[in-house]
Nanobody, 127 residues
Framework: QVHVVESGGGLVQAGGSLRLACAASGHTFSSYAMGWFRQAPGKEREFVAAITWSGGSTYYADSVKGRFTISRDNAKNTVYLQMNSLKPEDTAVYYC????????????????????WGQGTQVTVSS
């Protein structure tokens, strides 16, 4: 069983930065592609960023491109989401997910591609 835990959320002013972390255990972390998603109140969960098993390829939603950076440290079984120039519309619960059934060399943007999810961490950006 894979266990995924997000951390690093909080309250920040617009224009500020946060770094989220996602720690995974119970599986060979470095073998799988991973992704970040978010869900704002009253909205559907949406894709934010994805990374391949090696970290060699990344992919971003247009809304965060140029502001957010996804990375991973396989030695620490952790994936990160560096969020800069935050906007009030970035306010959401952020979720980390692991894809164990897909090619790990592929960046994956669809929720259905992921098998294991964390409980989420709240990010609130004040104006």
């Amino acid at each position: 069983q894979v266990h995924v835990v997000e951390s690093g959320g909080g309250l920040v002013q617009a224009g500020g930065s946060l770094r989220l972390a996602c720690a995974a255990s119970g599986h060979t972390f470095s073998s799988y592609a991973m992704g970040w998603f978010r869900q704002a109140p009253g909205k559907e969960r949406e894709f934010v960023a994805a990374i391949t098993w090696s970290g060699g390829s990344t992919y971003y939603a247009d809304s965060v491109k140029g502001r957010f950076t996804i990375s991973r440290d396989n030695a620490k079984n952790t994936v990160y989401l560096q969020m800069n120039s935050l906007k009030p519309e970035d306010t959401a619960v952020y979720y980390c997910a692991i894809a164990t059934r897909r090619r790990p060399s592929t960046v994956l943007a669809g929720m259905q591609e992921y098998d294991y999810w964390g409980q989420g961490t709240q990010v609130t950006v004040s104006s």
